[in-house]
Structure formats: C-alpha cells, structure tokens
C-alpha cells in the first residue's frame, strides 16, 4: 500500500497546485529505498497499537480501576514555573517528576501566554470542517478565539515526511503536508496567532515524528522566508468515538482506557517539539468500556474514573491543560458519531467537579454550548478556564462575531458587518485559487461562508447561489459552460448583493447580538422555542448529504 502511495504521490500530473516547479517521477531504486523505510515504520507503529488495544480491551475494568487511590488526589500539585516547558508535578507517593530542561523556554513561555490569553473561546477540531479556510474566516470573526485544526493522523504524517526526507530533491511533493500542516491562506506571509495542532495516534514514536514535523522541522515555503506553519500548541485526540479512529485505529476515544499511555504519548509530543510548545489533551468523560459496557454509570463512578485519567496524565508534568466533552463515549455498541453526541447525557456538572478539584490545572468545557450568550454563562462561575464550540461556530457563525468584545472584553469586533467579512474573506479565496485547482479546491473555500446568514431571510438562496458558483470550475473544464475569469471574491460578492437585504448585509455585530438575546428569551419563554437550534439543524442536514468522510470524526461539539 505505501509502495503504490509513494508512486501515486510521484507522478508528474500530481499536484493539482498550480506550481512552476517540476515534479520528476521517482527511480525505481529511490522508490524501493523510501518505500522500504515508511513500511517499516507503518509496521512498526501498527504492530504497537495493536497489542496496546488488545491489553487494553483484555484487561477487566474493575482491575484497572484498583490502581486508583482516591487520597491521592488532594496530594496532586503542579507548580507556576511559567517560563519552563516540564513542569514538576507531585506523585500520589510524595515524590516528583524531575523537570526536563527546555532547549527554548522563552518561546515556550510565549506559546504559553497566547494560549492561556485567547482560552475563553476555541473553535472544536472537526474532521473536514475546521481547515485553513474556516479557520481563517473564524480568526476574520474573532481575533481572539483559539482556533484548533482537524485532526491530523500523527502516522500519515510521519510516513509521507519519511517518503518525503528519502526522495531526491523534487522527485516528491510535500502537497499532502501542506495540506494538513498549512498556516498561511497564501505565499505573502499571513499567520494565524493562536491555532493548536490536533494530532491522532497512539504510537510515541509517530506523535514524536509528527510534533517534530511541525516544529522542529517546519518545511519552509521557497518563495517566503517564514515557515508554512506555526503552531501554538500541540492537543491529543482522547475523544473521537468513531469505529474508525477509536476502533481500527486504537486512538481516539479508546485512550481513555489506558491514561498511563496517554501520558507516554503526550511526553513524546513534548519531546519531538524540544520543549517549544506546550501539549494538552482533549478527552470525553469516559467510554462504556470503563464501566462494563454501562451507558449510564453512576455519578461518583463517572467522577472518579475522570479523576483517574487527569491525574495520571498530569503527573508527567507535561499536560495541565484538559478539553472535556461532558458526554461519556459509547463504545461497545456500534454508535455513529451523530449518537454519541446525543445518546449519553451532558454532564456539565462532573466537569465543573473536577475542574474545582485542581484548581493547578486548566480546563475547558466542550458540547451543549451553542449561543455566545449560553457560554459567557457557563464562564461566569470562574471555576472553567473556557469553552469550546463546534457545530454552533460552523453552523452560525456570525452569531459568535461579537465574542471578543462579550467574552474578552475588547472594545469591538473585528469585522463591521457581513459585507465587509465577505470582502476581507474574497481576498483569500483569490488568494488560494491563484496556488490551487478551482475544480478542485472552490468548494472548500465556499464552505465556511455558506451559513454566513444561517436564520435571515433569503440564507438558503445565498447557499444555493454558493453552491452554483462552487460548481462552475468543473463546468467548464468538461466544456459545459463558457470559461469566466471574473474572480471568486466578485462572485462571492454578488451572491449576497443578489440575495440578501441590505439590512442584513450591513447589521453589526452588536445588533446581531441582541436580535440573538431577543431570540433566547422567546425560547426561554416558550414562544418560538425552535430558532435557538434551528440553525444547527440545517447545517447537520447539509452535512448528511455530504460523503461520510466529511462526518466520519467530527466530534467536537
């Protein structure tokens, strides 16, 4: 398989960017030489995860459970040294992890301070959804929300740098690390401050690989003197529940099973880093596995068995920083990702229980918050570093454009009205279709704008126009339509002109923040209870009608 993707990734018509520079296909010695090397690290990381998974599902729960001793939970302390990468953290014996010395503790503390600086609000990783496009439009929206990317399978990424590393220069493409690893909308240096790098694995050596990768050695664009890509902190994926990431895959969700692995991932992470950004963990409450298979397990079993899982994981003294979706993940009876998120209860209060526990630690509070109002709420009682949003941010964007000024206290939004992040956001799609094939990649670049007006008037002509002006690239490549070289920012533009009122394009933030609040005391009051939701309806409704890869992991909500 690595064999025929190596030579598929060679051929002279890959990739689909537009490139001056010419990709030669690969001798048959350099294609056995690198494609003997990524086999043998695919074994080698395949063959770990699975007698992992298979000692962690071989184990009895109850037997797992007897390692924990509940007194060891108030003997759990983590100390401020803010400048250092390794914290020392006390064990349940009295004793403590040695700090690991830093090879760059300022740029550590700086990654630090930003993450703990824009923490109030972050957008969820969701797989096809949470790109460089969204989250460039999110960060034209918020300059303050932490933005997350998809998660990014740390053994795909070693194998094609590996592949990448073996290769005569020019013989092999770095498009698919690009992909995934991008920071810039384009070649003119534009960053994204404040964006951590979700990673999926559960061989150390393949998160090492793959956090070194985007630190360490960060593949520098030829044509502009910053890296492609510069993250804020590197997060592991210890909640995705689909069959497959937390079933073939043995990561995900299944982690929550063995805390003492996550720790070892989560130091490998820091190490292949060398200590430059710091590396937290996004998780659920449990998984059924923990508790016999029971979907509803009791309060304190619930709360103990998270207790469990941070304090192992923290004790490493490289994690103090939790993502909790207050949903427990099934499992063991072939849920979808869609159950998963609405089958096992909320549970907002063993979250909160456990962030009141340690206090040393941060957390932030995943699912169930879907208006900005609701999550202003949810911080107000101080024990919650911040929340996380998903669907709500993809679904209605525009009503969180007032999260800076509601939840951090800036003196306004970023972006005046709707027209004027349309404009803003043309310049990047113009900016991506002058790298990239518009048959390709004009869909993508849509997307994120498509529920720009989700709850206006006339929102689902604007989509309909969108998905015609998505559609004409392909068009005219088979010969269907005249070829138009008008811009996509000019059609995107003319799409709202054409559809929405004028009313509608120019409301600020501020008062669409309001009509929001309006909106929440009808349904609180029982009259129109549906609008609160009804945007998030219709954008799983699209996403149903989407191929199943753009839903298959999409579980931060």
């Known amino acids: 398989f690595y064999v025929d993707m190596i030579r598929k990734r060679a051929r002279p018509s890959y990739p689909p960017q537009r490139s001056s520079r010419r990709i030669h296909p690969l001798s048959s010695s350099s294609t056995a030489a690198a494609s003997v090397t990524v086999f043998l690290a695919a074994l080698s990381c395949s063959v770990s995860a699975f007698v992992r998974s298979s000692h962690a599902r071989a184990t009895p729960p109850s037997s797992r459970s007897a390692m924990f001793v509940p007194g060891s939970l108030a003997r759990l302390r983590v100390f401020a040294n803010k400048s250092a990468p390794f914290r020392a953290v006390a064990s349940s014996s009295g004793s403590y992890v040695p700090e690991v010395p830093s090879l760059a503790s300022d740029l550590y503390a700086s990654n630090s301070d930003t993450l703990a600086h824009m923490s109030r609000l972050s957008l969820a990783p969701m797989m096809e959804y949470t790109d460089r496009h969204m989250r460039h439009m999110i960060r034209l929206l918020s300059s303050r929300t932490l933005l997350y990317t998809e998660m990014v399978a740390a053994n795909a990424l070693a194998h094609q740098y590996d592949a990448l590393r073996g290769c005569p220069d020019g013989a092999f493409d770095d498009h698919m690390i690009r992909r995934f690893l991008s920071q810039q909308a384009g070649r003119d240096g534009h960053e994204y401050p404040g964006c951590v790098l979700q990673l999926g694995g559960s061989c150390p050596d393949a998160l090492s690989a793959a956090a070194r990768i985007s630190t360490v050695d960060a593949l520098r664009d030829p044509d502009a003197s910053a890296p492609l890509y510069r993250y804020t902190a590197l997060n592991l994926n210890c909640g995705c529940p689909s069959e497959k990431v937390a079933g073939k895959g043995a990561f995900g969700a299944s982690l929550m099973s063995d805390a003492d692995l996550v720790r070892s991932l989560c130091d490998a992470m820091a190490k292949g880093s060398e200590g430059t950004l710091p590396v937290t963990v996004k998780c659920r409450i449990g998984t059924d596995l923990q508790f016999d298979g029971d979907v509803r397990p009791s309060d304190e079993a619930m709360y103990s068995s998270l207790c469990r899982f941070v304090e192992t994981v923290a004790a490493g003294g490289v994690v103090t920083d939790f993502q909790v979706h207050a949903r427990l993940a099934v499992l063991g009876r072939s849920y979808s990702p869609a159950q998963n998120r609405n089958v096992p209860p909320l549970r907002h209060d063993i979250v909160r229980k456990v962030a009141r526990r340690y ?29 996380m949003v998903g669907r709500s941010l993809a679904a209605d964007p525009w009503g969180w454009a007032g999260a800076d000024r509601v939840l951090y206290g800036e003196a306004g939004a970023p972006v005046a009205s709707r027209r004027r992040l349309l404009e803003l956001y043309g310049k990047h799609a113009d900016r991506e279709e002058e790298l990239w094939d518009p048959a390709k990649i004009r869909r993508r670049i849509l997307r994120p704008v498509q529920a720009l007006f989700a709850g206006e008037r006339h929102g689902k002509r604007f989509r309909i126009a969108l998905d015609e002006i998505g559609g004409r690239p392909k068009q005219e490549r088979a010969g269907k339509r005249p070829v138009d070289e008008t811009p996509l920012s000019e059609l995107l533009l003319h799409a709202a002109d054409s559809t929405m009122d004028e009313e509608v394009l120019n409301m600020s933030p501020e008062e669409s923040y309001e009509k929001k609040r309006q909106g929440a005391g009808e349904a609180a009051s029982g009259v129109g209870s549906n609008r609160r939701t009804a945007a998030i309806a219709e954008w799983d409704r699209i996403r149903k009608s989407e191929p199943e890869s753009a839903t298959a992991c999409a579980e931060g909500r």
């Open 359 to 387: 206090p040393d630690l941060t957390f932030h509070l995943n699912g169930g918050v879907d208006a900005l109002d609701r999550a202003a709420g949810v911080l107000e009682e101080g024990d919650l570093r911040g929340v």
